[in-house]
């Protein structure tokens, strides 16, 4: 079979599957839903019962080509039999043949653009890099396994489940249909509940302000998850708004397992629970009706798909929300340094001079943020009229709720989830201006069209650009697409072309794993990456390897325990303790296997203080704050008369004291004040540095030219103990020898 | 929010417990033999200014640390460095040639001996300040014992107030990598 069909294969098996599982699920739960809902619910619906089973096939190690396949084929095989394709309720009233053509006139062009974008290679940053990437890798395990090497891992994965499912059997592409299946659903949705609701030409204008818009386009014809987010926040809202018409109670278990579904999709989603919750709760509330039992049902429901993943990082992560809340659930795996960075990050875009100029960003440029709504958006303040209307105001409040995760992160598309909410309420008060509103969509979908956004946009703003017909049908083969357009393409064939199998490659940038089999450890991606890092950067900058040494002399005294306590408070210095010597009468005591090491905080690393290795360090990986120590207990009372603390220079603001345990297990302090001298750049660091990082299984180093340190791997390969074994596009590859 | 305060960390611990990582450790395997019994004062760089510098000093250095910062050679001077490791290493050294002495003795040269090979012999045609490195033969050195640096000036300067026989001036040497 041709490539292209093994695509259509995998995708339209995916979202078949997905159909048949909710329609059973909403014709059990006897739901009166309209004609053209039904399928709608079910897409959603079936997507978390899908994503679920796909769950327990990766826990149970089974999840397989074959079995997905077996599986997807009999379950629509039961549906057709059983005559769940035929459509069942009443119709929804029809829209007005006026707004019926404007919606397909304008959508029609759009949807073949995305048909094929999404058909075409995927080769989108994050799509390829970790959706697909962890996707690709569960595949070749057959399922989960502990991965603590890769925070995106930690994530809940709702979408990437049914990727999974369709990547098995038309690999990438597949996958990025999956999503464009929720972006051809999205118009239809939003029309259903205009029609439902009376608001049909509003829902018309909202549909294609929200399909046209360039950043929906280009997420949603990726291996991307947002337009799938905001999908399924949209049929929450929906369903809330049907069970406050009809009270029907069974509803409320479809909208608990949807809002449940929402957090196992992405943790931001979870305020989809909230509003559920909420909305459900003040409505019974101003009733007067009983509150418990709709709400234990909600949250019964909604745990159905949020236990599995808080359970799988509490096992494997010892964190239930990991990569985030570090401070409330320290573990060995995400440093909490790390988890403030990129929580900062998120808030503050590289080349975002200040927030003032988010507006124009995410409507005109396009680049800073990644991607763009369109200029249409910059009216968006015309919803606020729509709160005259109570539709209005619950589509506004819906909306800024599900808007808040924004504030955490600025891209673009993270305005995604509540555009639906807002573009209809940007609908509400334009409906009634027929020409006008007309006006204003074709212009959105002028401004929006590839050729036309080209000429306003930022040359480099993450958008589509043509319809790529001949590598969706792979007319042209996908390596040559990919090698053309793709810059890190290459690079993942490289490693795949030039390692064996099993390897293990540090790296500083994120590449496109789902294109090689490799395991790549990106330095900002997990705490022990984190520390590769930390040991191969103290081989090039002079601050990080030990060249202070601070001598606590106090007299011979028998000890149970020795404490070194940092006392200071405040960023940005972070803690950190080359080695720790202990001495007596001017000999320094050995390590016996019998003492016991702790440190607070990052207890895990506490033995890096502790090998006699230049090139690694204990570090708090946090900022200072007073109570931080390291600690030897030894197994029987030691007389020791000095301690020596070997350490970097990129922490002036430390302040230590040292203290001891009495053999009555009294703590008395020894010494206050130590001696500083300095110690000169030790020897063989860069061998060193090598010699640490192949102890814990890294094999390859991949460094782009931009790199910090990258014209020193390059001048100095020998002194490393490196060889380089290829070049792509502005990235090397070296052996550790 | 304030109600949690305590819930959440306690529920942390409670999941955290269940994990089983442990945080407390032995020592590992240590990556160099510790330097017992007495750890040696050499090193293998020195900067004047550094408190074990002297140890360093076999014949022909000042004992007086000028400025904070340097001291005079005599026009043959001798010092000693341990090493750890021999492979990829490059002798090091900032010095001055004072202006002051071209006016008595011209250009000079300078003779870099390490355990008695002559590593190199530089001209300086001027004064002022220089950094001199030069990459080592592995053979040359010696891990287990002292490694010997000769440093010889072709034209001895003689100080005008007290007529000392001076070398050029050092900021700091030894190797590196």
New interface residues.
Partial sequence: MPHACYILYGASLTVAVALALGTLLVRALELDLRRQEEPLVALAAGAACLSQLVFVAATLGVARRGVFQAFGLAVVAAALASGLHRPRGDALPALPRFWKRLVLILAAPFTLLYFFNAMAPEMSPDGSAYHLGLVARYLRNHGFQPLTTNMYGNLSQGIEMLYLFAFSLGRHSAAALVHFAFLAALPPAMLAYGRRFGLGPAAALGALFVFLSPVVGQDGTTAYIDVAVAYLLFVLFYLVQIWDQERNERLVALIGLLAGYCYAVKYTAFIGLIYAAGFIAWRLRRARRPLLRPLATLGLCAAVPIVPWVAKNWIWLANPFSPFFNRWFPNPYIHLSFEQEYLHHMRNYIGLRSHWEIPLEVTLRGTVLCGLLGPLFLLAPVGLVALRRQTGRRLLAAGLLFGLPYAGNIGTRFLIPPLPLLALAMGLPLASRRVLAAALAVAHGLASWPDILGLYCDPNAWRLVKIPVRQALRLEPEESWLTRKSPPYPIARLLEDATPPGSRILTFNQVPEAYTTREVLVVYQAAFNAVLGDILWSAIIPEYPPQRRLTFRFPSTSLTALRLVQTARGGPDHWSVGELRIFLGGRELPRRPLWRLRARPNPWDVQLAFDNSPATRWRSWQTLSPGMFLEVEFPRPQRVDRVAVECSRDQYRIRLRLEGRLPSGQWRPLAEVPEETELPPPLGLRRAAVYELKRRGVSHLLVWDEDFGAEDFRKHAVVWGVTLLGERNGARLYRLD | MARLGPI??A??LL??G??G?P?????????????????SPL?????MK???AEAHFISGVSRHLEGGAWRWLEPRAELMFR???L???RFVMEFAVPEITFAQRGPVVIAISVNGRLLERARYEKGGEYRFEKAVPAGWLRTHLNNYVTLEIDKPWVAPQDGARLGFILKSA????
């Fill in positions: 959440l960390p529920l942390g999941l955290a269940c994990t990582i945080d407390t450790y032995a020592p590992p395997v240590q990556r160099r033999p510790l330097t017992a019994p007495e750890p090193t293998h760089f020195i900067a550094d408190a074990g090493l750890e490791s492979g990829h290493l030894g190797f590196l990598e």
